[in-house]
Each structure stands twice: as structure tokens, then as C-alpha cells.
């Protein structure tokens, strides 16, 4: 079928099951990486390889990081009074974006959606309960997305934690409903992190 | 008015105005369902004067995706709708009365899109909802699992908070048009509305309301759970229609079923005037077959007085002997061009 020497044709392949990249990007890329030196393609293909080996998940927070536990759950001068609980890791760089924030992170891998087979069994929370059973945390911010599912999420979480005597609260909605996090600006999310809510 | 035989293209010029006030189709809910078989993309572009203001809307549909332009510039839905505002009546638009309540409740919240801020983005929050718990109950429901009901209360919640919002939304609405219905226009006959819900059954202030939704919910959830069907809530509202005392689907005749639908389209267009100071443009699409000749005499004086109207027929000569001054165009295989008046070949 391909036109390619085999090669060219199998980095097609594989560029192409990448998210965002079609047929023409694939071809660009790979033609792309043809020309740089072979230095750079083995910088590249280390590059690749070093993320699938190095980096695992925090066994505390589930942040994707080099060393466990991760740099915000080791660093002192971040406060183990509140958590701020996030769908995705990438939801972590918009909040500490803002600068206002130092205290914990908790990622949980998702949020609940049944239409997608994903209930509290399928999100990362065990590990979160047995943080706030040791005792320091007074406050858990639920920074989930501001769209159905991030709010069901935020409700669900703060009738498991609400019992266990730890403030809940909820950031402002200062967001544009239906959004994700990720497209936040720091403003945006500077005010939502000031003006969170009781839950 | 546009005539010409059918299959010409009548529908398609009003269906072309409808695509520049809303950024979609009446015939299809599929925007790549408006590109002509074969073809890769379709665009309408139109003018609108509004207070002397003109505004140059457009929109590009290809099978990947939409474009709305203003001022031939690409913005989003909040900016684009608004510009432009139309009611349009067709036979389809009948379902209103015979169909079923899904109908009714469409036609409200069509109406209400453009006098109620928000009302689209939290019906479609409280339909994901639904969704979502319906999902979870038939999970239930398959699996002999032990009910968590802080989970099911979690997208109760999200179903209570919009749902209370679009009840009250809707009634206030309901409220609206029934002080609007024209007084007398089709006779002496009386058209009344009546909004109906089972999850408040007299939608009051907003706390009532969620208060008696969340218990109905409760009180359901039993039976939800055994239905795998969430029972309660605004998307099994209706609204009631009776002409002088009567069901007007079962007892009113095709002609009085069309004429208390015009009404209900007049009283929407007074409300989108409270609103926004002006009334919508107003098209019919095959007028001879929606109404007879006295009916559409009244019909047409009611609104040549408010607003602009297209009206389409395939017989050219009825609508001019009852409408004088009409402009009118002739629709053959898809061109459109100026008739000359009636005894006045000399115009333009
Ligand atoms: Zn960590």
C-alpha cells in the first residue's frame, strides 16, 4: 500500500496513533526528523523512552513524577493542611501557575461518569482517604472540572470526606461552565482559587 | 413571497434565513444533513438590518465541522445567535399540538432561547445528568451490587440544581405567552395553557420547587432503580393546551389546531418583543396549506403591521388577491427572481 521505504512508513505509522496527528503531520514529522542528525534522533527516541521508564506515579498524590513520593509531597515548605484534589495531572500546572497556591495535590485519574463505566472504584481516592486519616489536613479544595461530571465528582467526594470532620470546599466558578481546567488562565484561576466555596 | 412549483427550492430559502439566526437547520438536527448530496461544504451569507445597524452574518457547514462568521469573522455561538431572530411555521411545527409532550416541551425551549439567557446550556447540563444517572441505574439494575446512594445523590444534585431553574424557567415562560395570546384574532374562540409537571405540581418560587423535586426524586428512587429510568423531572413535562375548556388535540378541528398554533407563535413573538424591543421575522412555509383564506387575511394583517415575513406557496395567485403590496419572487430550479406587481409591469 505505502509508497514509503519501509522504514519511513512504519514512523509514519506511529506518529500517526498520536493524538492531534493526521497523515500530512505524520509525513512532516517524520521527514522532519530524517534530516536532523542522528545525534538528534537519539536524543529523541531517549527522550521517549526516559518518560515510559523513569516517570511512575506518586504513591501519595498519584501526580506523574520521577521520584516517589513527588517533589510537592516532599517539599517543606508546602502546607499538609489542605489538598487540592484535580481530575488530571495537567490540572496541577494551572493551579500552581497562579503562584497562590502551597498546599497538597491529590489527583484522582478521571472523574465519575457511568456512561463511561468509571465509578469511585475506578478513581484514585483510597490513597487520598488514608491521607486524611493521618490527621493533619484541615481543608480538601475540590478543583475539579466545572462541567457535569466534575461536579457530580465534587459533590460525591465531599459526602465521603465531610464526615470525617475535614472542611470541603469548592473553587469558584469563575470559569466558563462545560470547561476544562486546562484551558484556564491564571487570572481566571487565581480568582477561583480566592473565592471557593463551603461545600 | 416566494412562489413557484414544488421541489424548486422555496423551503430552501427560508431554511437558508433559519441557518443565519441559529447556526442550524429546522428540517435536520445534522449540520452536514444541509450539504447537497455529492457536495463537500455549504454556506449561507445574508445581511440584516436591524435599527439601521447592518450586521454581515454567515455560516459554513462541511462534514468536519461549523463556521459561524459576523462580519465575515469567525466567532462563537454566544456572539453569532442574536443578530437575527425568526419564528418559523411549518407543518411539521403541528407536532406541537398532536405530538407528544417531548414536542411541546422543544417548542418552549426553542422559544425561550432567545429571551432566557442560559436556558440551552443548562438544559443541555441537566440532560447529561440524566443521562448519567439513568446509566447508573440500569448499572444497578444488571448488577446485584449494593446501592450507593451518596453516589446516586451526587448526580441528583446536578439534576435538581438545573432542573429547578428550567422548571421555573419554562412556567415563568408559560406564564408569559398566556398573558400574550392574541385576543380575538381567529374568532371568538379562547386558547388557555397550562404547564404541568410531575416533579412540582404548582411551580412557585425557585426554593418550593427544589424543595418538592428533591423529595419526588427520594421518593422515586426506588422504583427508579427498578426501572433503570429516572421518572421525576422536567424532561417529562408538558404543556397543556385547551381551546375554550377542551383538549385541543382531541376536540379542535385542523383548522382550529393551526390557528391556536399561530396564536401560540404570535404570543411568542410578543414576548421575544418585551425583551429585546423589536419582533422576529416571521416565516410560513407552504401558507395555502396551513390556512384557508379568512383565516390567512387576518393572519396576515396581524403581522404585516409588526414585522418582516416570508411566506412560500406553490399557488402564486390566492396570497395576492388577500395581500396587496406583497413583494413577490418566483422560485424556478433554484434561482430566485422578482415577478413584476400585478397590473404594474413597470415596477423596478
Ligand atoms: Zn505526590
Known amino acids: 500500500m505505502s509508497d514509503y521505504a519501509e522504514p519511513i512508513s512504519r514512523l509514519i505509522e506511529e506518529l500517526r496513533k498520536l493524538p492531534g496527528i493526521g497523515q500530512k503531520s505524520a509525513q512532516r514529522l517524520a521527514y522532519s526528523i530524517l534530516r536532523r542528525s542522528r545525534e538528534d534522533a537519539e536524543r529523541l527516541s531517549r527522550a521517549i523512552l526516559d518518560v515510559k521508564e523513569k516517570i511512575r506515579y506518586c504513591s501519595r498524590c498519584n501526580n506523574l513524577s520521577d521520584q516517589d513520593p513527588c517533589h510537592f509531597c516532599v517539599n517543606p515548605n508546602r502546607s499538609p493542611e489542605t489538598i487540592c484534589v484535580v481530575e488530571e495531572p495537567n490540572n496541577i500546572l494551572s493551579i500552581e501557575k497562579t503562584r497562590e497556591y502551597h498546599g497538597q495535590f491529590h489527583v484522582l485519574h478521571g472523574a465519575l461518569s457511568p456512561i463511561n463505566g468509571i465509578g469511585p472504584d475506578e478513581l484514585r481516592l483510597k490513597n487520598l482517604l488514608a491521607r486524611l486519616k493521618e490527621g493533619n489536613v484541615k481543608e480538601i479544595i475540590i478543583a475539579t472540572n466545572p462541567n457535569v461530571e466534575g461536579e457530580a465528582t465534587a459533590i460525591y467526594l465531599a459526602k465521603l470526606i465531610k464526615p470525617l470532620g475535614v472542611k470541603v470546599t469548592r473553587i469558584a466558578l469563575g470559569l466558563p461552565v462545560g470547561s476544562d481546567l486546562e484551558f484556564a488562565d491564571e487570572v481566571t484561576m487565581c480568582r477561583a482559587m480566592e473565592g471557593r466555596r463551603e461545600l | ?285 407552504d401558507v395555502e396549506a396551513e390556512l384557508d383564506s379568512e383565516r390567512m387575511k387576518r393572519f396576515l394583517g396581524h403581522l404585516a403591521q409588526r414585522t418582516q415575513v416570508f411566506l412560500t406557496t406553490a399557488r402564486e395567485t390566492s396570497v395576492a388577491e388577500i395581500a396587496a403590496g406583497v413583494r413577490r419572487y418566483e422560485v424556478r430550479s433554484g434561482t430566485i427572481a422578482p415577478a413584476p406587481a400585478e397590473g404594474d409591469a413597470d415596477l423596478d
Open chain 2, 1 to 285: 413571497m416566494l412562489f413557484g412549483r414544488n421541489a424548486q427550492g422555496k423551503t430552501n430559502v427560508l431554511e437558508a434565513i433559519y441557518i443565519l439566526a441559529y447556526g442550524k437547520s429546522f428540517r435536520t438536527v445534522v449540520a452536514r444533513d444541509c450539504i447537497q448530496h455529492g457536495e463537500k461544504l455549504c454556506g449561507v451569507e445574508g445581511v440584516v438590518e436591524k435599527q439601521s445597524v447592518e450586521r454581515d452574518l454567515g455560516v459554513a457547514i462541511s462534514s468536519r465541522e461549523k463556521k459561524l462568521m459576523l462580519h465575515r469573522k469567525s466567532v462563537g455561538w454566544a456572539e453569532f445567535v442574536g443578530n437575527l431572530h425568526v419564528a418559523a411555521f411549518t407543518s411539521e411545527h403541528l407536532g406541537v399540538i398532536r405530538g407528544g409532550p417531548g414536542e411541546r416541551r422543544a417548542f418552549l425551549d426553542r422559544a425561550m432561547v432567545t429571551v432566557c439567557p442560559g436556558h440551552i446550556a443548562r438544559l443541555a447540563a441537566y440532560t447529561r445528568a440524566l443521562r448519567q444517572r439513568n446509566k447508573l441505574l440500569s448499572f444497578y439494575q444488571r448488577q446485584d451490587r449494593r446501592v450507593d446512594d451518596s453516589l446516586i445523590e451526587a448526580w441528583e444534585e446536578k439534576l435538581i440544581v438545573e432542573g429547578t431553574q428550567i422548571l421555573r424557567d419554562r412556567a415563568r415562560y408559560v406564564e408569559a405567552l398566556k398573558g400574550r395570546l392574541p385576543d380575538k384574532l381567529f374568532g371568538d374562540d379562547t386558547l388557555t395553557l397550562q404547564y404541568i409537571s410531575n416533579a412540582a405540581l404548582e411551580p412557585g418560587d425557585g426554593e418550593e420547587i427544589e424543595w418538592e423535586f428533591r423529595e419526588r426524586l427520594s421518593e422515586k428512587r426506588t422504583a427508579d432503580l427498578r426501572s433503570g429510568f429516572t421518572s421525576v423531572g422536567p424532561h417529562r413535562d408538558d404543556l397543556k393546551l385547551f381551546l375554550n375548556g377542551k383538549p385541543l388535540a382531541e376536540f379542535g378541528s385542523a383548522g382550529e389546531q393551526r390557528s391556536s398554533l399561530l396564536s401560540l407563535y404570535f404570543a411568542q413573538m410578543e414576548a421575544h418583543k418585551e425583551v429585546h424591543g423589536f419582533y422576529p421575522v416571521f416565516m410560513v412555509d
